[in-house]
């Protein structure tokens, strides 16, 4: 009996095994079959570029880069502009003469720029993210020109063809961030530098410093200013480098993409190479790494950082950057604004899922460790005092769900909950209330990664829709239909591509710099 129950349990389990097994490669099998089954790939997902900057590339400084970058773009024309003038498609940006050519714009967003000014008492340097080109911090060039000297840096793999990321290595970037800084500090001497970054620029610029710390070099930048900084991303974005392998093992190229999209952005890829993903990942995690080495005092060292971040984001985790980022640095006057969700109650009765709920913990508005700001609604609430602030801004989250957590006095004048206040709140428990004049537009529930850099009078991503104008007007785009009919998926139509915030946003900027000017022991403002 003993002897036929081992039997049978041996039996049992070689069954289970071979079952699980068949499983998981019928998944692994519809998986490839699924993926494979996407729209098939173009010439600018297929086709490699030469003059592609490489670790190898025998360029020493920023003017060598940008002769390699003039070879680039003269091998886009030959390689696939010229192949594709027999096409006739009106939102192709890589057909002239559609709406989305790049041409039609009268600046070159997809190269980098210098606009020097030999007089100015700062430079400023300008990341942009992933699969994004300089373009996407136009509005902070056009800010700060003719007050400060300006280079705009296009990162490798960016602004030409898609396929410029499926090859692409972190390190890459980094090296060209440190020609781009090198080549401004030469040009600014003794007068102070600062980078504006967002996304994958602002995890670059942060790896400049981290490794220059690493290896007791002197710090480049006397300000650090992030949008939407890719500190964390999800632990999903890890294991995307298997699709890719597992593509080129069997020959499937189409696997070496998440998304295989209509290419109508004349100033970011719409089409998604998986490799871009893990090297976000890979440098954010370096980061974390060189971070995690670091004792405060050394971490101490690095500039002042201003962030600006959603609680809602969808590319990158905020939660990682409050506590990867802020949680980590030293007390100093590093300052973080958090932009809330639209706390409208028709806005809330459709909200799964309060991303602010999950924050508040870490946010510790009764003891702040750093100047922390959230934009949100204005509350109709009666004065608030300091003590009660971690309490009043719990019920942020609860009152508009639910009217009856605060009836507002007779006397009391009730706010339009569309109205935005910024409330800043200091080390030392100071606390601000600073109404800002901005509202919430209707029908938008949140910000989003990709909104910041951008304000609502952009004519690509923003809302005014100039009659006649030959060119995509993405954000002014009203598209309704029925599902699975457009090569768009509904998520990226419906996303929010610009910030109503946005003057705010510059005034913070504007203030940060100006404080930093002249000595770093100036008061934070």
């Known amino acids: 009996m003993k002897t036929l129950l081992i039997h049978s349990t041996k039996h049992l389990s070689i069954a289970v095994t071979y079952a699980c097994l068949g499983i998981v490669a019928a998944a692994l099998a519809f998986g490839v079959w699924f993926l494979n089954a996407r729209p098939d790939l173009s010439i600018w997902h297929s086709t490699m570029l030469e003059h592609q900057f490489r670790l190898d590339s025998e360029v020493d400084d920023f003017p060598a880069y940008q002769a390699l970058e003039a070879k680039l773009f003269e091998e886009v024309e030959s390689k696939i502009y010229r192949r594709t003038q027999h096409l006739d498609q009106p ?7 559609s709406f989305a050519d790049p041409d039609n714009w009268p600046k070159a967003w997809n190269r980098s720029y210098e606009w020097a000014k030999p007089d100015a008492e700062f430079g400023i ?15 902070f060039a056009e800010h700060f020109k003719g007050r400060a000297h300006l280079l705009g840096l296009r990162l490798p793999g960016h602004g030409t063809i898609p396929s410029g990321l499926v090859e692409l290595k972190w390190q890459e970037m980094a090296r060209a961030v440190e020609l781009a800084t090198k080549h401004l500090k030469q040009q600014m001497g003794d007068k102070p530098l600062y980078v504006v970054a967002f996304s994958t620029g602002a995890a670059l610029a942060l790896n400049h410093e981290l490794e220059r710390l690493a290896h007791n070099s002197t710090l480049s930048y006397r300000g650090m200013i992030f949008l939407s900084p890719a500190i964390g991303l999800s632990p999903v974005a890890a294991g995307a480098k298997w699709q890719d392998r597992l593509g080129r093992l069997l020959g499937l190229e189409k696997l070496s993409w998440n998304s295989i999209q209509t290419e109508y952005d004349p100033f970011k890829y719409n089409s998604f190479a998986v490799n871009a993903g893990d090297v976000v990942y890979q440098l954010a995690e370096r980061n974390q790494q060189l971070m995690q080495a670091m004792p405060q005092e050394q971490l101490a060292e690095l500039a002042d950082i201003l962030t600006f971040q959603s609680v809602a984001d969808a590319t990158v985790s905020t939660p990682a950057v409050v506590s990867n980022l802020y949680g980590r640095l030293p007390s100093k006057q590093h300052q973080l604004v958090l932009f809330d969700i639209n706390r409208q109650p028709l806005s809330l009765a459709l909200v799964v899922s309060d991303p602010l709920t999950a924050l508040l913990p870490s946010l510790s508005l009764d003891a702040p460790r750093f100047d922390l700001t959230l934009v949100q609604n ?5 004065e608030r005092n300091q003590e009660r602030e971690q309490e009043l801004v719990a019920q942020t989250v609860l009152s508009q769900s639910d009217p009856s957590q605060h009836k507002p006095s007779q006397n009391e004048p009730l706010k339009s909950l569309d109205e935005v206040e910024a409330n800043r709140y200091r080390p030392g428990k100071v606390v601000v209330h600073q109404p800002l004049g901005l509202n919430w537009p209707a029908g938008i529930y949140s910000l989003s990664h990709v909104a910041l850099p951008y304000p609502a009078s952009d004519n690509l ?6 009659k006649g104008s030959h060119r995509v007007q993405i954000g002014a785009a009203a598209t309704r239909g029925e599902r699975g009919v457009l090569g768009v998926s509904a998520a990226e139509v419906l996303r929010q591509k ?17 404080a930093r000017q002249g000595t770093n022991s100036t008061p934070a403002n």
Do not use: C, K
């Open 498 to 514: 610009w910030n109503p915030f946005f003057p705010y946003l510059l005034e913070r900027v504007d203030s940060f710099i100006q």
């Open 378 to 382: 204005r509350q109709a609430v009666p």
């Open 461 to 466: 991503y923003g809302t005014a829709f100039v």
């Open 91 to 97: 939102l192709n940006r890589y057909w002239h003469g």
């Open 125 to 139: 340097l300008l990341l942009h993210g992933m699969s994004d080109s300089p373009y996407a911090l136009s509005h």
